[in-house]
């Protein structure tokens, strides 16, 4: 029987305990009358014997956050304060030590989109390809003229 990696309720597991503990049968018993592995129950009591408390373990691994919730109030306080910080300003400014994907993840979870820049004009007429025919292809030019892109379409002439 395979079973979801979600931690069984408490109310099972209060279930399996008392059984447990009344010894009205035996843990194998318990297992198939409960749906449980007899290994389950074992780690179970052993928690319970050992911390007190037979309670899910809290679920969470790896590695903990950068950006606790009071450094996500500064970091967005920060955004707030000066909108076109760099990423790396605002790690500085944050006092964090973490790399700038990091930075950038946290302000996408927080609702914030990169600002996009333009660095040249709209548009742009260029040739797509090299005229000297090295990259492939023929060396003549074909139905496109020189100066503009191929995404272009070549109209009619008006008279």
Same mark, same amino acid.
């Given at each position: 029987?395979?079973?979801?990696?979600?931690?069984?309720?408490?109310?099972?597991?209060?279930?399996?305990?008392?059984?447990? %503990?009344?010894?009205?049968?035996?843990?194998?018993?318990?297992?198939?009358?409960?749906?449980?592995?007899?290994?389950?129950?074992?780690? #179970? $009591?052993?928690?319970?014997?050992?911390?007190?408390?037979?309670?899910?373990? %809290?679920?969470?691994?790896?590695?903990?956050?950068?950006?606790?919730?009071?450094? #996500?109030?500064? #970091?967005?306080?920060?955004?707030?304060?000066?909108?076109?910080?760099?990423?790396?300003? $605002?790690?500085?400014?944050?006092?964090?030590?973490?790399? $700038?994907?990091?930075?950038?993840?946290?302000?996408?979870? $927080?609702?914030?989109?990169?600002?996009?820049?333009?660095?040249?004009?709209?548009?742009?007429?260029?040739?797509?390809?090299?005229?000297?025919?090295?990259?492939?292809?023929?060396?003549?030019?074909?139905?496109?003229?020189?100066?503009?892109?191929?995404?272009?379409?070549?109209?009619?002439?008006?008279?």
């Amino acid at each position: 029987m395979f079973r979801s990696m979600r931690a069984y309720s408490m109310d099972l597991r209060e279930r399996v305990v008392a059984a447990c %503990d009344e010894k009205a049968a035996t843990r194998s018993e318990i297992a198939e009358q409960f749906g449980v592995s007899q290994s389950w129950i074992r780690r #179970l $009591l052993q928690r319970r014997r050992e911390c007190g408390s037979y309670a899910p373990l %809290d679920g969470r691994r790896g590695r903990k956050p950068a950006f606790d919730a009071g450094l #996500l109030a500064r #970091l967005e306080r920060l955004v707030q304060q000066q909108p076109d910080a760099t990423l790396q300003e $605002l790690r500085d400014r944050s006092g964090v030590r973490c790399s $700038l994907v990091t930075v950038s993840n946290t302000l996408i979870r $927080l609702g914030y989109r990169r600002k996009k820049r333009r660095f040249g004009p709209l548009s742009k007429i260029a040739p797509t390809f090299a005229s000297s025919g090295k990259l492939g292809g023929s060396a003549s030019s074909g139905p496109i003229a020189d100066g503009s892109s191929i995404s272009m379409k070549v109209g009619r002439k008006r008279t």
